[in-house]
């Protein structure tokens, strides 16, 4: 047995630590969680972003745009504010480490793919965008993203023993 790399104390069996250091260690928020809370600063920005660039161009061209692009503005509108607020919501319970977290991580990961998959689709079928690298890629993206996140977020032991509260 060991003695704990922080303090002089003996280190628990399997660990570089002691009980006490471990125990903090884990607390705070560490390694692919950083990854994690950079994920949902992203997704606050881009919505933001989003939002802003659509409601300018509906107030700008709201004359000269058809119906079909207008509706689909809208929904794009609408879903990105649910994003926003369930981005802002889950990293609230991010930062005050909530029991709730990774049941809302993986709804929003499942949200943003949803809602990317319908907006291809939607663009594809009225506004006749093709499907090509460019528009597909980012939606893939997201996908192989969730695969990631979605079991990282069911498995992982520093989720368990973060997200106490
Ligand atoms: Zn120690």
């Given amino acids: 047995m060991g003695v704990c790399i922080q303090c002089d104390k003996e280190a628990l069996k399997d660990s570089d630590y002691c009980a006490q250091c471990e125990e903090r260690e884990f607390k705070k928020i560490r390694g692919w969680l ?42 794009e509108l609408f879903a990105w504010l649910i994003l926003f607020g369930f981005s802002l919501f889950t990293s609230s319970l991010f930062f005050r480490k909530k029991r709730l977290l990774p049941r809302c991580y993986i709804a929003l990961l499942v949200m943003w793919v949803a809602f990317m998959v319908i907006d291809l689709l939607l663009a594809h079928q009225y506004l006749a965008m093709p499907f090509a690298y460019e528009t597909v890629q980012p939606v893939i993206r997201n996908i192989l993203s969730a695969c990631i996140w979605i079991p990282y977020f069911l498995v992982s032991v520093r989720v368990k023993r973060t997200f106490v509260r």
Avoid: C, H, P
Avoid at 52 to 61: A, D, F, G, Q
């Fill in 34 to 75: 950083y990854v994690a809370a950079f994920g949902l600063i992203m997704s606050i920005l881009s919505t933001i972003l989003s939002i802003n660039s659509s409601l300018r161009l509906l107030m700008e061209y709201y004359a000269q745009i058809d119906g079909t692009r207008k509706a689909i503005l809208f929904f």
